[in-house]
């Protein structure tokens, strides 16, 4: 699979105005132009790109690129700030689902505020903080010339780290427990990885919503402090690994009802044993593997307890809803009454450079990582 | 889990008309009553019961029960045909989801003629041809008094055979076919275990709606003329587990669409083959795991093609749909007309006497049999 869209639109927008130099190569939305003189006050920009695909740290090379003129549909937007997620990674390594043609500017998130708007641009005006519709932008970069539908505006009022931050993860989250079962107050959710930006995100949400979650975590060093932080955060239980496969989960039971919905973000046996809590006619659904391990479901389950095994990938979901703003608009909008409320909160980050991208990817690519790695430029 | 509804209803009915004798031992709709001197003009039956779990041929007897009157919601029933399904022999082995009380009568399926009713049965008059709504009759006998409420009529104008055997195999099929995609002609189902009595009901009514069906079997000796079998059937493709595991598959492909819908009744590998083929977005629905071996589903699939796994339980869409007569009413029926135009076959049936109960036991505990054990009373 090829990524469409945001890219190859840039390129077809840049032909209709000026003569095709060398940026047909750069595909992933980094468009830039040796030999067009633009009239935008911003000429270039410094990006994150990669010719190949390999050790994240490795490939990646701080690089200037010309941008081209403002087309009318378009916005010159200069980037605030924009997280490395793993997804990202995946990208670089060339192992994801969806993958630009070579070179490529990294990064699919981040929040932009618009500079200069072309003269047909309705919908966004100087100033706005906007946010891509759909990954494929290359994020990692100081600014860009987009295409004004291929954004959404965030209101300037929340912490910039939250807009940064808030079209995957949060996002994500919102939808699993929106799309799969209809949950109210009382009920119960469980997941893995509940330490992920994803995870982190179904606690508050949940919470906001008096949804009890279930969290369970990998055994390590800092487990109780970790447990507090996301007890902090609104979660109801936290337990290890190790625990949820204990006859002791019964126990657990007496203060919650099972879960009707899990959320998987491991794979193997750790998918399984969430399986084997929910209720019957419960949805099982499958957001992540870093166990690089499949599901396993037991047939008993399917037959004589009607469990549902189910998958989630918000791009998917921002390309099936694409004509709808209205359903993006009412999520972002949502996410950001929480944010206010201080009811949703940007995961840890830890802000860097661009120049320091060597060694942001490699924390990034560390294991029990317990904050995400944010360029701010 | 324990059988409920049927045979308890059986005891609260009797309870109400006469004194409670040894009959509460015996739930599995096997009512009988030493003590009561009935009316009816059948006072016992012969059945075929068993005390405890066990191999199936070495745990069954043939014995003789008395039949308790006929209440006024019930009605005197003359077993015509009653099969021997897989089902029934995990209920004898003590393995399956549902379990009655013992001692109980081995079978749930079968077609039985109407002798007599109680004063207050509307639904139901002497002569008619009925199946039991639901599991747990214990229809492996020669006559038995049961709640009309349990029971649904059929017409008389279909074969015994194809009676007797409506109820699980072709009613599974079809709620298959029916509820988990929206399928139409020219679309494509992919099933294993198609030789099974699901797997047949599966070609045939897929083609009477001009479904495509690619049905996976397993190597054999007599492979060529069971291939024949189902394609005289209607299956568009018949092939073995090997094939389904090469890459000719994508040769098949050019004749019909990648399935919407796989149907799975083998699980472990086969199942995961299954899923391989499917079109994003589509539905693997598991009704029977013969290999014994789980479901397993890389996390790739359930995120990036969206596949949907899900189970299927006749027994449960019976019981979840007690209240709706119509739904039940309207399946038999189009079932009815497949029949009666020549679409819809019984499977291949071994007509055996109740006495000859051990023998057929043992026959349908053979792998690779092609035949369905039926007693015909």
């Not at 189910?310 to 929480?338: P, S, Y």
């Not at 980050?349 to 690519?365: G, I």
């Amino acid at each position: 699979m090829k990524l469409p869209s945001v890219a190859s639109l840039l390129i077809r927008v840049y032909r209709t105005t000026g003569p095709v130099s060398h940026i047909q190569r750069i595909r992933h939305g980094a468009v830039l132009n040796k030999n067009y003189s633009s009239v935008s006050a911003v000429k270039n920009c410094t990006a994150l790109l990669y010719r190949n695909h390999g050790e994240p740290s490795q490939v990646v090379q701080l690089e200037s690129l010309d941008l081209p003129q403002v087309g009318a549909e378009c916005v010159l937007v200069k980037m605030l700030a924009a997280p490395i997620n793993p997804s990202d990674l995946n990208m670089l390594q060339g192992t994801y689902a969806i993958l630009p043609e070579l070179p490529a500017v990294g990064g699919n998130e981040g929040v932009a505020q618009v500079m200069e708007v072309g003269d047909k641009v309705k919908t966004l005006k100087v100033g706005d903080w906007v946010i891509p519709k759909d990954a494929g932008i290359g994020t990692w970069r100081t600014a860009a010339v987009l295409k004004a539908d291929d954004l959404v505006t965030l209101p300037k009022d929340i912490p910039v780290l939250s807009a940064a931050t808030l079209g995957v993860n949060p996002c994500t989250a919102y939808r699993m427990l929106t799309d799969f079962e209809e949950l109210k107050a009382g009920d119960t959710v469980i997941q893995n990885a509940a330490n992920s930006g994803v995870g982190q995100a179904v606690i508050q949400i949940a919470a906001a919503k008096g949804i009890h979650t279930i969290n369970v975590i990998r055994d390590r060093p800092d487990l109780r402090q970790l447990s507090d932080r996301l007890t902090a955060m609104g979660a109801t239980h936290v337990i290890t690994e190790e625990t949820l496969r204990r006859p002791e989960m019964k126990e657990l039971f007496k203060s919650c009802p099972r879960p009707k919905l899990a959320l998987n973000g491991v794979g193997g046996k750790s998918a399984t044993e969430l399986l084997r809590h929910l209720q019957s006619g419960g949805s099982l659904v499958t957001y992540g593997g870093m166990a690089k391990q499949p599901v396993t479901v037991p047939v008993s389950a399917l037959i004589f307890k009607d469990v549902r095994v189910r998958g989630f990938w918000v791009t998917q979901w921002k390309r099936d809803n694409r004509h709808d703003d209205e359903a993006l608009r009412h999520m972002l909008d949502e996410l950001c009454i929480l944010i206010r409320a201080g009811k949703l909160s940007a995961p840890i980050c830890t802000q860097v450079q661009l120049q320091d991208f060597r060694k942001a990817l490699e924390n990034a690519m560390k294991p029990y990582v317990s904050t995400k790695q944010v360029f701010v430029m």
